[in-house]
Each structure stands twice: as structure tokens, then as C-alpha cells.
């Protein structure tokens, strides 16, 4: 595991990003269907948020991963020139006592740090049981449909117009009629993204910045955790990576955006992960990262 405070996490998680944009790659529209959910081929858990992000742009036929010491413990080896990928997580330091042996009163902050995985074809001699083949959902518009039905506070969707939208005031979706789409992978990839924002309200995780349409940086924020919301949601569901759009105009603006900020997809991710989680009532963000990494204390 990583430790060494100099190295900046967040200008490595961005300088990634950045190079997988400007190699055409949009790395929040890459589905993982055919490859299996990105996760750790020991424990089995998967990886979320930014993690999750990065590992499933990667293009590896199956998203297993694992860690330098997981690969000697098994009897495997990673193949001579394999570059490791960044898995990041909060350290939460320990409030030192003070000469009175009391703990200060200020708070305490978690600290952004990372260790590295390896994808399971970057190596050799993993055993055959360790490598289940990627189990794919029989019915992914079914799967779709559950989804926004099953969803906690879920928004009245009405389906007026030919515009997508939420209105925050109002706590309402509209979405033009699934027959108005090129397809109906079309429709519920879009209707993800909106759901996404409605997950901002503050009935639900209250994102303050989500309300805020005329602050630039605070818009900005908010449609990308929609756009990569969306996506972590179209690849749960199946539904073909053609049905996002890639244009071009859209990358450049996200590298704009991406070199005057290092933090900003950090935070953009952790926030989909959120909205995520509130719409398939998942286990949160935090729990999930404490599970993950108290599976590895010992790698």
C-alpha cells in the first residue's frame, strides 16, 4: 500500500483521466457487461467510484484485479513490464492526544491515498478457480425498469415534450416518450442521468451545488456526476456502450475542465457513487470503502 505523502493522488487519479481522454477513451462511458463489474479476484468485492471508473476503461476481456502480494500468496506472477493501476481510498489518521493527554476537539480529516492492483491477464499462473466466467443479465430493459421502480423516493416521471430534464423546485423528471428514441437503450440511459440529478434533492442526499443552475463550476460538478452516474447504472442494466454519446466537443470540454482542477473528478465520482448507491439501496460509499479495505489490511 502506498503511504509516501509526497506523491499527489489527485494529480495521479486526473493525469489517468487525462491520458484515456486524450486518447479518444471517455473513461465514465465504458460498460462492463461483457468483462464482469471491476473487482478484486480474491475477495470478490468491487471496487467503486473512481476505482471503479478507471478499471472498467481499462479494455481487459475480464475486470479482476488484484495486488502485488495477493499474486505471490497464489503462486502467480505479473508479467515482467505490467504497469499497475492506482486504487484510491481515504485514511482517516488518528487524533493524537495532547500533553494532557486529552484528544483534540478540532476534526480530524481523512487523507487521499492509493496502492496499486494488477488486471489478472497481466499475469500468469492464476488458478482456474479463481477466474468464473462474467454472469450477464437475461433481460437488461427489464433490468432497467426495476431499476427505476425499485428506486427509494423515486421522482414522478412525466413524459411531455421532446425534452429530457428534472426540476429541482418542482422534484419532478420529464423524459419524452420511449417511442420518441432511437432505441430504447436511448431512453433509459437518459432517464438514468435524470435520476442521477434527482438524487440531489434534499429529500434524498441533498446535494446543495445540484440546485445551484446558474453557478458555472457548481453545473459543471452536477452534470458530470450525472453523466457518470448514468453510465455506472447503464453498465448494472447491460445496455450497449453506443448508447451514451462520446462526441468530441464533450471530451475536450472535460479536459479543460480536468486540467484546471485535480480534484474535480475525485469528487465527481465519489458523488455518483452516492447517487448510485441511494438508487439500487446499496450499502454506502463509506461502508463499502471500510469493508473493501479491511479486506486488504493484510496486502
Not at 57 to 72: E, I, M, V
Not at 79 to 103: C, H, L, S, T, Y
Not at 158 to 177: F, L, M, Q, S, W
Amino acid at each position: 500500500m502506498q503511504t509516501d505523502e509526497k506523491h499527489d493522488v489527485y494529480e495521479i487519479v486526473t493525469n489517468r483521466i487525462i491520458e484515456l481522454l486524450e486518447a479518444g477513451t471517455v473513461p465514465w462511458h465504458q460498460p462492463w457487461t461483457d468483462a464482469g463489474e471491476p473487482q478484486n479476484v480474491i475477495t470478490k468485492i468491487p471496487y467503486r467510484g473512481f476505482n471503479l471508473l478507471l478499471l472498467a476503461s481499462l479494455g481487459y476481456s475480464r475486470n479482476l484485479f488484484l495486488t502485488y502480494r495477493q499474486a505471490k500468496e497464489m503462486g502467480a506472477m505479473i508479467r515482467k513490464g505490467e504497469k499497475p493501476f492506482p486504487i484510491v481510498f481515504w485514511k482517516w489518521p488518528e487524533a493524537k492526544p495532547d500533553e494532557n493527554g486529552k484528544k483534540p476537539v478540532e476534526k480530524v480529516r481523512p487523507i487521499l491515498r492509493y496502492y496499486q492492483v494488477w488486471n489478472i491477464e497481466q499475469c500468469e499462473d492464476i488458478p482456474e478457480h479463481l477466474l468464473p466466467p462474467p454472469e450477464m443479465p437475461n433481460d437488461p430493459i427489464e433490468v432497467c425498469e426495476n431499476i427505476v421502480l425499485m428506486m427509494p423516493k423515486c421522482p414522478p416521471i412525466t413524459h411531455v415534450g421532446k425534452k429530457a430534464y428534472y426540476k429541482p423546485e418542482e422534484d419532478v423528471i420529464n423524459i419524452p416518450k420511449i417511442k420518441a428514441f432511437d432505441s430504447s437503450e436511448d431512453y433509459y440511459a437518459t432517464l438514468f442521468h435524470e435520476l442521477v440529478h434527482s438524487t440531489g434533492h434534499a429529500s434524498r442526499l441533498h446535494r446543495k451545488d445540484s440546485m445551484k443552475t446558474l453557478d458555472i463550476e457548481a453545473y459543471s460538478m452536477e452534470e458530470l456526476v450525472a453523466e457518470i452516474g448514468a453510465c455506472f447504472l447503464a453498465s448494472v442494466a447491460g445496455l450497449p456502450e453506443d448508447a451514451i454519446n462520446q462526441g468530441a466537443a464533450y471530451i475536450d470540454g472535460w479536459l479543460n475542465v480536468l486540467r484546471d482542477d485535480k480534484r474535480f473528478i475525485v469528487f465527481a465520482s465519489t458523488q455518483a457513487q452516492k447517487a448510485v448507491d441511494f438508487i439500487l439501496s446499496r450499502k454506502t460509499h463509506a461502508e463499502a470503502v471500510s469493508e473493501e479495505h479491511i479486506s486488504f489490511q493484510n496486502h
